[in-house]
């Protein structure tokens, strides 16, 4: 292989790949990267056998092939090599990165050890707009459990009904689901992805018009973004039957400014967390809600300004479980709705149906 | 106790103060901020008997008055309140601070048991600039020894000549030294001042042309800087007589680009740290400066511009120390002096007496 390329190309293409490396691994091939050279570009494979991001940088190629660099290293290399044009001339053990009075040689290995993607085909991917994408993976995977004994639970449900895209995450404590309207009717298709391979493809997601082209098949999804491909092994089994949880009626419906309403739980969380449980109780009347918390150190109290529909109501939560809501949440205002205080909460946006939040109350009271 | 003040105010002198809280501590007391209500202000105490601050708060004070209260618990309350006035009542167990619709009780102690920072008094005391001494610490504070079984090393040297005032740090394999002129004549001090301590009044030393004050007694170093008084307890015993080890001659002077020298280190450095030792080869003929690293991975070249007075050379660092070296001068050139590939570096300003460093060579050559 012999190519000349940009080096915040190269940097930034191996910066996006690099992602599916393995921490930790038994297989060592996994530690490398894979490098293709071919037709005006080099094509930059990483993968841990649950991901693999495939990206290409645009190169003057002047020999094609295919190698294998060393992850971490060739990455950091490259990374600080000075901006400007990057020349790497590789046998079959040695690859050579010369940019301006820089020269690097690193061992390297061939290519024909490394494991190549699943193909994933489908007659009829779903587009969507990346920024719409990037947004409901971050209102929901947060709320995957990390717990590994209930694997399925680790995972983030993506589920196709005609022109309904809906992602669905729960722990057992929460639940997050987020779904948009797409252009087409793309039928029935459900699908358990990783949480933590769908975070990435989150972080990999550019803002603005551009599109993200899914596909889905029985084992694994691919997420198209253009230049980089991104394949996730789905996660096997049942997810749960999210919606027989889902409360369709309130008793009490709070409409609160969700900024006002984060600054409160942050506050109280500092005491809380000391406490047993990490606490926060909330007490709604019209016209205010007060949130409290205590522990060894103290006690807090909290009011923020709620329109409160229906019942008054006292109710206990987990800060975090509320916390997190908020931190994914980018809305002014939104809709807390309650029944009693052992049911659970169900949080929604103030118009359309784009998210909803349930979190399960801890119980105080009788 | 009870006070009015700004709340952006109040965090802001904690957060000065509680760098002085201890992180670990077998005396429970410590663990609270001293707060005192006098004179239209908040006095506000941190220490952890090695090093204690005092900084004060403007505010309305309507009962004058002591308290402790809890340390991390309170800092964190304050910093997270909207910005605005804050109220804190306390009576001899509770501190009750209300800040618009949030209302926070803490538990909180009589302030008798706390410790009183020590009195530091001096006939003559060092004025200098703050962002003057915040650099001199900045250049010398990261050579010291982490290493406490030699607890000497640990710290600075802070020595005064005259008008000269001079800080040295040095571990066994390098050292940092740098100096200034002051106004006037001082006679002649010496103190070891732990590098901690030292690092953390040049985290609260400000730019622009404020003073400090420092008055040096047998046992502490007072760093008076207005508003806020650190005072650092002295280590014992007698610095190293590093003026012994000072080259005075050079055979070899090469100058260099110091921003052009960083990346070449820092790129060789990727491959140094894998190997043995994090070792780089410097070597260095009329106008050109080549630094080699290798490990298993592989092994890296680079070349520099110089300007060489005297015999060519090669010799041997650890990356580690010349990098350290680089991330804390500020200038466009300097010059590296040195004798033989077995005697020190020593990094000298192209102009002028500001700083020295000085590195050991690692020995590879016969």
């Keep these: 292989m012999y190519i000349r390329c940009e080096q915040e190309l190269l940097a930034a293409g191996l910066g996006i790949a690099t992602r599916a490396l393995p921490v930790r691994t038994t297989m060592p091939v996994l530690e490398n990267i894979y490098m293709e050279a071919r037709d005006g570009a080099i094509h930059i494979i990483c993968t841990d056998l649950q991901k693999g991001i495939q990206t290409q940088v645009e190169a003057d190629v002047e020999e094609e092939g295919t190698i294998l660099m060393p992850g971490r290293i060739f990455y950091e290399v490259v990374r600080k090599l000075p901006k400007g044009e990057v020349e790497i001339r590789t046998d079959s053990s040695r690859a050579e990165i010369h940019c301006q009075t820089s020269r690097t040689t690193l ?4 290519a024909s050890e490394y494991p190549s993607l699943p193909d994933v085909v489908s007659s009829l991917p779903i587009i969507l707009r990346q920024e719409e994408f990037k947004e409901m993976i971050r209102q929901t995977a947060f709320a995957a459990s990390l717990d590994e004994s209930r694997p399925i639970l680790t995972g983030v449900l993506l589920e196709i009904t005609g022109n309904q895209l809906r992602l669905v995450a729960l722990d057992g404590f929460r639940l997050a689901m987020c779904q948009c309207q797409m252009g087409e009717d793309y039928g029935s298709l459900a699908a358990v992805v990783p949480a933590s391979s769908l975070g990435e493809i989150g972080k990999i997601l550019t803002g603005g018009d551009a599109k993200v082209q899914l596909t889905l098949t029985g084992t694994h999804l691919l997420a198209d973004m253009g230049e980089t491909r991104f394949v996730a092994r789905l996660l096997e089994g049942e997810f749960i039957k999210y919606t027989q949880i889902l409360p369709s009626e309130w008793q009490t419906r709070a409409k609160v400014e969700c900024a006002a309403f984060a600054a409160a739980i942050d506050r109280a969380s500092t005491l809380a967390r000391e406490g047993r449980n990490n606490l926060i109780r909330l007490s709604m009347s019209q016209g205010n809600m007060t949130l409290y ?6 006690k807090v109290e909290e009011n923020i ?3 409160l529909e229906g019942k008054d109501l006292e109710i206990a939560f987990n800060a975090r479980y509320m916390g997190d809501v908020l931190k994914n949440v980018s ?4 809709y807390l709705c309650f029944n009693t205080n052992v049911s659970p909460c169900v949080i929604r946006p103030v118009e ?5 939040f349930l979190v399960l109350p801890v119980r105080i009271y009788a």
Tied chains: 1, 2.
């Design 305 to 307: 300004p709620v329109e």
């Design 352 to 356: 359309g149906e784009g998210f909803l």
């Design 293 to 298: 918390a205590d522990s060894d150190y103290g």
């Design 331 to 334: 809305q002014e205002a939104m």
């Design 107 to 110: 061992s390297c290995m061939e």
